[in-house]
């Protein structure tokens, strides 16, 4: 676990783009897509779970600025998305921070062409015995 001192997320004053007073956007470096933002919360969090009520409404505010700059721009639409794996060390591609990244969209567009188009294998029918045992988690 990284502590906030050695947070690359903790310290980009010179990459923050747009701010509120609980959470900050910064361009992916490195990113999948041009217009790949990061958005996080100031305060060094590592489980989604930990965040105050006031610093996830900070955090979706700055997604839906972002997302509403670039829709119509860089793509048609966006991907959010937020990783949770603290079975990989921190490196270039994963740091112990709470991140959501947003970034543009549009049909077949790279992404699909490069990775999506080859998940489609993936998706299997949800049956009775597995939507009953995995809801149980939730009860």
């Known amino acids: 676990m990284a502590t906030a001192k050695d947070c690359p997320f903790c310290t980009p ?24 933002f990061l958005v996080m919360p100031k305060r060094h969090i590592e489980k989604p779970w930990e965040m105050t009520h006031e610093e996830i409404v900070a955090v979706f505010e700055l997604i839906f600025f972002v997302e509403q700059r670039i829709i119509g721009t860089l793509g048609e639409g966006a991907d959010i998305k937020q990783n949770y794996r603290p079975f990989l060390p921190q ?21 699909y062409k490069v990775a999506e188009i080859y998940e489609t294998d993936l998706f299997a029918d949800l049956d009775d015995v597995e939507r009953n045992e995995v809801a149980k988690l939730l009860k």
């Not at 959501?100 to 549009?106: A, D, L, T």
């Open 91 to 111: 490196s270039r591609l994963k740091a112990d921070h709470v991140v959501f990244h947003v970034y543009p969209r549009s049909l077949q567009d790279y992404l």
């Open 13 to 36: 004053k010179e990459r923050i783009l747009k701010e509120n007073d609980l959470a900050q956007v910064t361009l992916s470096n490195p990113r999948k897509v041009p217009g790949h």
